[in-house]
């Protein structure tokens, strides 16, 4: 069955902090690969894509997301969040092998504490 | 400026009654899709559309309805909602699938409460 799994649902961090939220999917094939972003009262905005080439992707407000194929990850990064960042992270992924669907992870809530 | 519509932005209904929520879109985009947010378990997606005319189901297409008729439009009809129905949708759209043009906009969400 497909699959998208976010490791962490909430986590909280100090201004400053580093910051990395998991995401592994459970495809085979060809994948294309996405972080959104849904601040709070908003709806969800694009932060980064992977289609292909350079499996480090530099997205908007200073994210970044590897693909690391043998390990079926995307992980996000961002080295020093602010609090401007609280917001909801949603992974999702479009497989090939699934036709036209778009999965999407169940979601990490990101809590910055100035 | 370019956006993805929805209508109405809050809802409270009985069960059974038939309802419709709104999505348009004016960005002429093929790929129009609906989704349901529920906490802990993401957005799932209920049912898409690849053009005018074609649509097909997602994750979660029980007790929901579609239509394409035109491009920018993309209604989603719950013909007689139920409780577990209660929830945010979205509506998005975008340019193609599998090309780099592929990313989504989403409408504003729409919440839903089945009494």
């Known amino acids: 069955a497909q699959s998208v799994s976010q490791h962490n649902h909430h986590v909280i961090l100090s201004e400053a902090a580093s910051l990395e939220l998991g995401c592994n999917y459970s495809?085979?094939?060809?994948?294309?690969l996405f972080w959104y972003v849904q601040y709070p009262g908003q709806h969800l905005q694009l932060l980064l894509k992977?289609?292909?080439?350079?499996?480090l992707v530099k997205g908007i407000k200073g994210f970044e997301a590897e693909f690391i194929k043998s390990k079926f990850s995307f992980n996000l990064r961002k080295p020093s969040v602010q609090w401007s960042d609280t917001a909801e992270y949603f992974c999702?992924?479009?497989?090939?092998?699934?036709?036209?669907?778009?999965?999407f992870g169940a979601g990490t809530i990101l809590r910055v504490k100035s | 400026e370019a956006q993805v519509t929805q209508n109405p932005r809050y809802l409270i209904t009985v069960t059974g009654k038939k309802l419709t929520v709104t999505c348009s879109q004016n960005?002429?985009?093929?790929?129009m899709s609906w989704y349901r947010q529920d906490p802990g378990l993401g957005l799932r997606q209920i049912y898409y559309?690849?053009?005018?005319?074609?649509?097909d189901k997602g994750d979660v297409p029980e007790g929901y309805k579609v239509s394409r008729k035109e491009k920018r439009n993309f209604p989603l009809i719950l013909e007689s909602p139920s409780p577990n129905q209660t929830s945010l949708y979205f509506c998005?759209?975008?340019?193609?699938?599998?090309?780099?043009?592929?990313?989504?906009?989403f409408g504003p969400g729409t919440r839903l409460t089945v009494t």
């Open positions: 495809y085979g094939g060809t994948v294309n």
């Open positions: 960005m002429n985009h093929e790929y």
């Open positions: 992977y289609f292909s080439g350079d499996p």
């Open positions: 999702a992924v479009n497989a090939g092998e699934y036709g036209n669907k778009l999965v």
């Open positions: 998005a759209s975008s340019l193609s699938l599998g090309q780099a043009s592929y990313e989504q906009y």
């Open positions: 559309s690849m053009n005018v005319e074609v649509t």
